[in-house]
């Protein structure tokens, strides 16, 4: 699977948008963009993923360059409760293919 | 309701001890996952089973030993723990194995003395 690249950490101001950048420039065709977080003393949780179709859901926007090879994570409206460890994961689309989580990005939501 | 549950939540022993974390899922998912996360916060993922049957196995010692009575039951067993197993230890699930939205537990938190 493809390496990610990610800043270390990142603050955003209470009620703004939240833009995470991630650099997968070696993704192929068949690779998903899979992004986790991981809150303080909890287990990671799923956040959202796309192929190469820009993606929405309740907790987040994916924004995914026409060549895939960097993506955005959008938490439009941040709280504090969205102060984590953010995770970029590149993942083939085969049975039994794994998750490998890199050191992510920090995120720390100010008040 | 805990959609994925592990137990102990913290887990304090002696070096050469042998200890078990149990964890059990109820959302009717057929993987179930264990990731080690160390010191460094590095997640890694340990075993993969899919319908009792292994189909993940890293490179771990042998030390480690998953066991899946059923679907919904994914237990880790550490023979002699060594100090380096010092760590959080994971458990997931997912619908299905070729997926990779996972649901995660909150952790195990083993201490070896």
């Known amino acids: 699977d493809a390496k990610t690249t990610q800043p270390t950490s990142m603050d955003c101001a209470e009620g703004r948008a939240a833009n995470l950048p991630c650099n997968h420039s070696t993704i192929s065709g068949n690779e998903y963009v899979y992004w986790y977080r991981q809150i303080h003393s909890q287990g990671p949780q799923y956040i959202i993923h796309g192929l190469k179709n820009n993606e929405t859901n309740e907790m987040a926007s994916l924004i995914i360059t026409e060549d895939r090879k960097s993506s955005t994570l959008i938490l439009p409206h941040a709280t504090l409760r969205d102060t984590a460890v953010y995770y970029c994961?590149?993942?083939?689309?085969?049975?039994?293919?794994?998750?490998?989580f890199g050191s992510g990005t920090q995120l720390t939501v100010l008040p | 309701d805990t959609a994925v549950s592990q137990t102990p939540k913290y887990l304090v022993t002696q070096m050469g001890n042998d200890k078990s974390i149990k964890c059990e899922q109820n959302l009717g998912h057929d993987t179930m996952y264990w990731y080690k996360q160390d010191s460094k916060k590095f997640l890694k993922i340990m075993f993969s089973?899919?319908?009792?049957?292994?189909?993940i196995n890293e490179t771990v010692p042998n030390r480690f030993s998953p066991k899946s009575p059923d679907k919904a039951h994914l237990n880790l067993h550490i023979n002699s723990l060594e100090l380096g197993d010092s760590a959080v230890y994971f458990c997931a699930s997912s619908q299905r194995q070729n997926t990779g939205e996972l649901f995660f537990g909150e952790g195990s938190r083993l201490t070896v003395l």
């Open positions: 089973y899919n319908n009792k049957e292994l189909i």
């Open positions: 994961i590149v993942r083939g689309s085969g049975s039994a293919r794994q998750l490998t």
